[in-house]
């Protein structure tokens, strides 16, 4: 018998978008939530060498990068409701925006959120402010394109919606406790948080995340793997 895929992910990071798929496909799965050091650790980098999650082992398959984690997902578990079909239109509008997300939403919060990464110190300030209004045109792109049902495609929720939901909720609450991003002149993103945050998977996933952050104030490594 197969053993279930086990996802590994940070509470807060972009790896929620691959649990909130799982959920959506009903299929078990177990969650492994890693702190820095495991990420570095040379049994970690035997699942991802990259360090970084998300990451997917699924049997004897493994899975980086959270675009490809989706796609997997969608065509081994086979559900077009949350992903069209190869060769179809919809396919194609999958592709482009889990392309948009990945290399320019997820880069301008990084730009926003962490400039001393990018720039001498001084010049935080001014990257900082070039990174804010890039990030602001980005949402507003956003924003004008939602589907007129409120998510990424009009055939309904896919797994784009998922991956953009855990990276666009870094818009409301950042880990200084503050609000990144006003989304008064947002409405269409606005009324996605509204539409996501409705659903039972979404809540789960959610709820998944919040307890696992809680255990891993105490631990380096919790969740169902055991390493070795």
Not at 36 to 55: C, L, T
Not at 82 to 104: E, F, K, M, N, V
């Amino acid at each position: 018998m197969k053993d279930q895929p086990i996802l590994f992910i940070i509470p807060g990071a972009c790896s929620l978008g691959s649990q909130i798929t799982l959920e959506w496909l009903k299929t078990p799965y177990q969650v492994g939530i890693t702190s820095p050091e495991i990420r570095q650790s040379e049994q970690f980098r035997k699942i991802n060498p990259a360090g970084k999650v998300g990451a997917l082992k699924d049997g004897d398959v493994v899975v980086g990068e959270n675009l490809a984690i989706l796609l997997y997902l969608a065509d081994n578990y086979a559900s077009h409701a949350i992903c069209p079909p190869h060769g179809s239109d919809g396919r194609a509008i999958i592709y482009q925006w889990l392309s948009y997300l990945s290399s320019t939403l997820h880069p301008a919060f990084q730009h926003f959120n962490y400039p001393s990464r990018f720039v001498e110190d001084d010049y935080v300030d001014k990257f900082r402010e070039l990174a804010e209004a890039r990030l602001l045109a980005i949402l507003q792109y956003i924003d004008n394109n939602l589907s007129e049902n409120g998510f990424f495609l009009s055939t309904g929720a896919t797994i784009v919606d998922a991956q953009a939901y855990g990276l666009l909720r870094w818009c409301k609450k950042h880990s200084r406790g503050e609000n990144l991003v006003d989304l008064t002149a947002f409405p269409k993103i606005r009324n996605f948080f509204a539409l996501m945050e409705q659903d039972s998977a979404v809540k789960n996933a959610l709820l998944i995340e919040q307890q696992q952050s809680e255990v891993l104030k105490d631990s380096l490594f919790a969740g169902y793997f055991e390493f070795g």
